[in-house]
């Protein structure tokens, strides 16, 4: 079985990896107290996970916090087995905690054919505004409830060479559970769109000079692989306000249709 991830692993800025691939991100903060996790694929990626980390020197056992961007299946599918290696926390938010431990059956593993690796708590509950300090490396937390209601927006404060960044990414940035279909056979809020659009507008007033994708696809990883390769910056601080307006545009279409 060919292990290796259609998106080779890479170091995006600073202490800062990705080592996920085309189906989903898995980003790495390697830290003085130990490497922070920041989603963790689908179950089938253990092995591509390990690989990647293990060609950018990152120990797995090094593992210390696992942090999950939202509940659903495709970002939290090798949480147990990364932790059974490391001993590592794990953190969700308190609302999406219900996801993962079972209590809310909204994992989308139907969805996406997943068998569900087991239920769990996570053992550090995130709220809107949380930070926390790996070593020198802060990482905050908004919440920015739509896709799921406990998806989180992740702010982690970076320095490369004495340049501090702010590094961003929208925990869930997808309209696939916003549908009048899928609201009304969860008994989610009527209003869920709204509240995904209000989130939208909250976190237009940060300030982010690079974006993460939780999908690649969002901020176009593969092309951000090949200017890190070339010697060129993939910072900019335009690009979150444009992530968020297209996701708005996006958001707009799918109100037009409902
Ligand atoms: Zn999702």
């Given at each position: 079985m060919n292990i290796m991830s259609d998106i080779a692993p890479f170091r995006m800025f600073g202490n800062l990896y990705f080592v996920g691939s085309s189906r989903v991100s898995v980003h790495v903060i390697k830290t003085e107290e130990g490497l922070v996790?920041?989603?963790?694929?689908?179950?089938?990626?253990?092995?591509?996970?390990?690989?990647?980390?293990?060609?950018?020197?990152?120990?797995?056992?090094d593992i210390c916090a696992i942090i999950h961007s939202h509940g659903h299946i495709d970002h939290t599918g090798t949480t147990l087995r990364l932790k059974e290696i490391s001993g590592a926390k794990t953190?969700?938010?308190?609302?999406?905690?219900?996801?993962?431990?079972?209590?809310?059956?909204?994992?989308?593993?139907?969805?996406?054919?997943?068998?569900?690796?087991?239920?769990?708590?996570?053992?550090?509950?995130?709220?809107?505004?949380?930070?926390?300090?790996?070593?020198?490396?802060?990482?905050?937390?908004k919440s920015a409830p739509g896709h799921t209601l406990g998806t989180l927006a992740i702010f982690a404060h970076l320095c490369e060479n004495g340049e501090k960044i702010v590094a961003a990414m929208h925990g869930g940035a997808g309209l696939n559970t916003l549908n009048d279909e899928y609201i009304a056979a969860n008994g989610l809020p009527s209003n869920l769109r709204e509240i995904f659009r209000k989130s939208l507008h909250d976190l237009s007033t940060e300030r982010v000079d690079l974006v993460l994708g939780n999908h690649p696809q969002q901020n176009d990883t593969a092309g951000k692989l090949q200017k890190v390769l070339s010697g060129e910056k993939i910072t900019d601080r335009g690009e979150w306000q444009t992530f968020l307006k297209n996701t708005e545009l996006s958001l707009d279409r799918l109100e037009a249709r409902s």
């Open positions: 996790v920041i989603d963790t694929g689908y179950p089938d990626m253990y092995e591509q996970i390990i690989e990647s980390m293990k060609v950018m020197s990152l120990d797995p056992a953190y969700i938010s308190r609302i999406d905690n219900d996801i993962v431990n079972g209590t809310l059956d909204l994992s989308w593993c139907k969805e996406l054919g997943v068998e569900n690796p087991g239920n769990f708590d996570c053992d550090v509950l995130i709220d809107d505004g949380d930070e926390f300090t790996f070593g020198t490396t802060k990482i905050r937390f």
